[in-house]
């Protein structure tokens, strides 16, 4: 892969009202920087920057909306044509290059804050001035964001577990340590070795994290918290095929987090506060990154994303998530915008989606009658009729409708090995895949390829 920097860019502690909203002032010798608690919160703090920037572009969040058919697009202000935007575009044909990657900032980024987080958790140990638990917390967290990291690495880059009898295909670099430059040459695990890695991160996080945060400002859902470290372990499990883990971790989350599902009343004023466990806030600026993506402002200022016609299709008159919609008339056309981020910011994790995970776990566990209790509790939500039978086709469907513009869709198809079919509003050159395919994974950036004579490249590319 790529070389990593010995660097972390200092930045100035920063007020509630100014959270993640940082500028690098000066750099400094890393072990001068994490000298201290203030250096090492400072240092994690940049890293929770970096990730809200990397995982909110178009290229990373749409992905799993827009290669699965969730997505159209508007036309544009300036003169009513409609084609793919530039940060996606070979994304959206299952034509992205090696050479010039639509993905290719990610793929850096990513790297980038697991190699930070790693220069922490080497230092940590080392600083006088903070508490046992306070290092704890600051750890927990780091190795979360470590995993949580990996694992959406691991989505882009790596066929899903089941690809192979026994998941010896190609995983990704797992980077436990810091690179230096010119030294550090890491090479692919396998794919198994890969979700073992992130499983160990995830489960030796949890039992040091405290009550709260490591930084003192902000909220505490603004960050990888104890609960969305359960969340993502609940994930990471799923896409293991540890049906075990994956009912422990989710059903830990739905019954003691605190968090509430939103009632179908409440999903255009209040939708998602109660179950909100990850939302990455906003800047000093009050920007707000998703919002860009997928708002409709007005006719002179809309998101280049809108609703798809197959999506669209899917709800029933009487389901209540039609009230996360909006339909505006551009150019004497309509066109379907959500709702949803006119008042959250960066949502990655929720309550609903715990009860999917553990659904579809209850489901591959022969335990039928269970994943239809919580299949049914999200469908009653909506307004709909209880089902009798289940399949997983009923919980992918379900979860379709449940998370659309969240950037999950895709990936629920390929870890059950699904085709992907794209009609109403698809104008690729290539609108659907057939599983397996080559494509449901991007290649890696050829410049890290370039650089590192253990790297592999991902067949087909």
Request: charged share 20%; hydrophobic share 35%; glycine share 4%.
């Amino acid at each position: 892969m790529k070389k990593l920097t010995y660097i972390i860019v200092f930045l100035s502690l920063i007020s509630c009202s100014d959270f993640l909203n940082i500028e690098p002032v000066e750099q400094i010798s890393i072990n001068t920087q994490l000298s201290t608690k203030k250096g090492v919160l400072v240092a994690l703090n940049g890293a929770y920057y970096d990730t809200r920037k990397t995982l909110l572009s178009d290229a990373f969040f749409t992905y799993g909306d827009l290669l699965s058919g969730n997505i159209t697009f508007t036309p544009r202000v300036s003169n009513g044509s409609i084609s793919v935007p530039a940060f996606v575009d070979q994304i959206y044909h299952f034509a992205d290059e090696k050479n010039d990657s639509d993905l290719r900032g990610f793929y850096s980024n990513s790297y980038q804050i697991i190699n930070n987080v790693n220069l922490i958790l080497e230092k940590i140990d080392q600083v006088s001035d903070a508490t046992t638990e306070e290092k704890n917390q600051i750890k927990a967290e780091c190795l979360a964001l470590r995993a949580f990291t990996h694992f959406n690495l691991y989505k882009i880059y790596a066929q899903n577990y089941t690809y192979t009898s026994d998941g010896n295909h190609l995983g990704i670099v797992y980077n436990t340590q810091s690179l230096k430059v010119g030294i550090d040459y890491p090479a692919r695990e396998t794919a198994k070795r890969t979700l073992e890695l992130m499983q160990n991160d995830i489960e030796t996080a949890i039992p040091l994290y405290n009550s709260g945060k490591a930084i003192p400002e902000g909220f505490e859902y603004q960050f990888l918290n104890k609960n969305a470290a359960k969340s993502l372990a609940a994930d990471i499990a799923l896409w293991k095929n540890d049906w075990q883990n994956a009912l422990k971790w989710s059903d830990e989350v739905i019954k003691n987090s605190g968090k509430t599902l939103t009632p179908s009343a409440e999903f255009t004023t209040n939708w998602a506060q109660s179950e909100k466990i990850w939302d990455l806030p906003r800047t000093g600026e009050n920007d707000n990154l998703l919002g860009s993506l997928y708002n409709f402002t007005g006719t002179a200022q809309y998101s280049k994303y809108a609703v798809s016609g197959d999506f669209t299709q899917l709800l029933a008159a009487n389901d209540a998530r039609k009230n996360l919609l909006e339909t505006k008339t551009i150019r004497s056309k309509a066109y379907t915008f959500t709702i949803k981020y006119k008042n959250l910011s960066g949502l990655i994790y929720r309550l609903s989606e715990l009860y999917f995970i553990r659904a579809e776990a209850y489901l591959k566990s022969g335990k039928n009658d269970l994943a239809l209790e919580d299949l049914n509790k999200i469908r009653l939500r909506a307004g709909l009729l209880p089902l009798t039978t289940i399949t997983i086709d009923d919980v992918l469907l379900e979860k379709r409708k449940e998370f659309l513009n969240e950037n999950k869709y895709f990936w629920d198809l390929a870890r059950n090995q699904k085709n992907i079919v794209r009609n109403l509003g698809c104008i690729a050159t290539q609108c659907n895949l057939t599983y397996p395919n080559n494509k449901y994974i991007a290649p890696i950036p050829q410049e890290s390829i370039e650089v590192n004579s253990n790297m592999v490249q991902n067949p087909g590319y």
